[in-house]
């Protein structure tokens, strides 16, 4: 059994390093884990990774879970898992906290300007990566378009769209022409589903009891969220934005834009960025101290259920594999989050190069339309400098916004 101490270590520096989304964070764990010392072989690395593609919310800390869950049990999963997510949370609530008293001064929104400006190259990047092993055939690419067209302009739910292409992709695959082995016979299975549903919803229990509306929503809100985050937080963000901005009306869309261009300069799974939405609207309804606790509301709610699917599911990694439906609805629901990222990087690069987004209705459709008057060339002048930083420099993706926001600021005092 492996000691503690070397998890510590090694997870430790995972948790730290682990900047540049989930293929990075991959790539630091494959070479931690199993070419620098015998923990995992390639097998169980890509097993565990085909897995956790599987399942809904950010794959990678759940691959760490899955690691330290094979190295020593629910002890290591639960160390692998919060280190993985520690660094980055402790980042997040820092950022949210200057945010709330110093994110409307001019130097403040300057410095953001050349933070988002390079996320829409970050995310551009990964929606071409991420396209490039999802769409193998017309009929991905046919449900990749439908999803965008369906979040896009028809403001259909994330949710409907997942299970639509899930169902799709579950009744075209192939019905497995051998009879499947028998499910392995794991007693603790159903005691570990029902400690793990209990400790991740009773939140809801205690807040429901205090008669706390605001915070119960909120949980009930990012409950539902992790449960729906397929295909990593790009695709789960539109539907965010749509819940949080529109519906709820706990953030501006300016402040959306803001936190998920913080939330990429953190270590740690993107969709930290629920923490940093649960902050900013905590602080507005009760100030610093709310906004702690629903900072840690939204980590409880989106986090543990990741644990829960990891200890309930690892025994069953080889048997779940060898699904060819489940294989066929991860498919079909791969090519329809990158229609939807498609969604987020025309909506967050609406909103970075127009200062004014005005709503269409054309008939039953309803998008975003830019206000020609409010462009901002300085924004496109930004992603142009990341795009050259990134893309032809190949500089990583902390100093590339460093630098854009340095260069937002100086532009700004000139």
């Known amino acids: 059994m492996t000691p503690t101490p070397d998890l510590l270590r090694v997870f430790g520096r995972i948790g730290l390093l682990s900047f540049g989304g989930p293929a990075a964070q991959i790539a630091v764990m494959h070479r931690e884990l199993v070419e620098e010392r015998p923990w995992l072989t390639e097998k169980e690395f890509l097993n565990a990774l085909s897995f956790c593609m599987l399942l809904p919310g950010p794959e990678a800390m759940q691959l760490a879970t899955y690691a330290g869950w094979k190295l020593r049990g629910v002890a290591g999963g639960l160390l692998a898992g919060s280190l993985f997510v520690l660094p980055g949370a402790l980042v997040i609530a820092a950022l949210a906290l200057l945010y709330t008293s110093h994110g409307t001064q001019p130097a403040t929104q300057a410095a953001l300007l050349g933070i988002k400006a390079t996320v829409i190259v970050i995310v551009g990047k990964a929606l071409w990566t991420l396209g490039q092993k999802a769409l193998s055939g017309p009929a991905a690419y046919a449900i990749a378009l439908a999803a965008f067209a369906a979040i896009f302009l028809v403001n259909l739910p994330f949710p409907a769209i997942i299970a639509i292409a899930a169902l799709w992709g579950w009744m075209r695959a192939a019905p497995i022409q051998h009879p499947p082995t028998a499910w392995p016979q794991t007693g603790t299975s159903v005691k570990t589903i029902a400690v793990w549903v209990t400790l991740w919803l009773s939140p809801l229990a205690v807040l429901w009891f205090l008669g706390h509306e605001g915070l119960f929503e909120m949980a009930a809100f990012f409950a539902q969220l992790a449960v729906v985050t397929f295909g990593g937080a ?24 803001d936190a998920l261009g913080l939330a990429e300069t953190t270590p740690g799974p993107l969709i930290l960025v629920t923490q940093f939405v649960g902050m900013i609207t905590g602080y507005s309804w009760g100030g610093t101290a709310l906004a702690l606790g629903a900072g840690l509301l939204t980590l409880w709610m989106t986090f543990v259920p990741c644990f829960l699917w990891i200890f309930a599911g690892a025994p069953y990694v080889e048997h779940v594999l060898g699904r060819p439906r489940l294989q066929g609805a991860l498919q079909a629901i791969t090519a329809a989050v ?76 000139i």
């Open 234 to 257: 790009y695709a789960v963000l539109a539907y965010m934005t749509q819940e949080v901005v529109t519906t709820q009306g706990w953030l501006t869309t300016g402040q959306m834009v």
């Open 338 to 413: 990158v229609g939807v990222i498609l969604n987020l990087s025309v909506w967050f690069a609406l909103h970075v190069y127009f200062t004014r987004i005005v709503p269409s209705r054309p008939g039953a459709l309803s998008f975003p339309q830019p206000d020609i008057a409010s462009f901002d060339p300085t924004a496109l002048g930004l992603t142009g400098l990341a795009a050259v930083l990134m893309l032809w420099l190949r500089c990583g993706p902390i100093l590339t916004l460093c630098v854009t926001a340095t260069s937002a600021w100086v532009l700004s005092l």
